[in-house]
């Protein structure tokens, strides 16, 4: 999987607790999916081990992971 710098530098650092196999998992099988104005794509799904949603942003290739975190305010 490419990851961005900022993703290297500061998403793994500051959050630790998501596994790269989940967001492998919103990668493929997202519940949602929504292109920024920026390009950037977000995409969500349902992590069912920790009950949340999980949001991978890549960059506009659709590939590089740019950002990832549990969105609070995520409605299916």
Request: aromatic share 12%; no cysteine.
């Amino acid at each position: 999987m490419k990851t961005t710098h900022y993703f290297d530098t500061n998403v793994v650092t500051r959050r630790p607790d998501i596994k790269m196999e989940w967001i492998e998992y919103v990668l493929n099988n997202p519940v949602r999916t929504v292109t920024q104005a920026n390009g950037r794509i977000r995409r969500w799904a349902l992590i069912s081990e920790v009950g949340k949603y999980l949001r991978v942003v890549t960059e506009s290739d659709g590939e590089t992971v740019h950002n990832a975190f549990f969105d609070r305010r995520f409605k299916p």
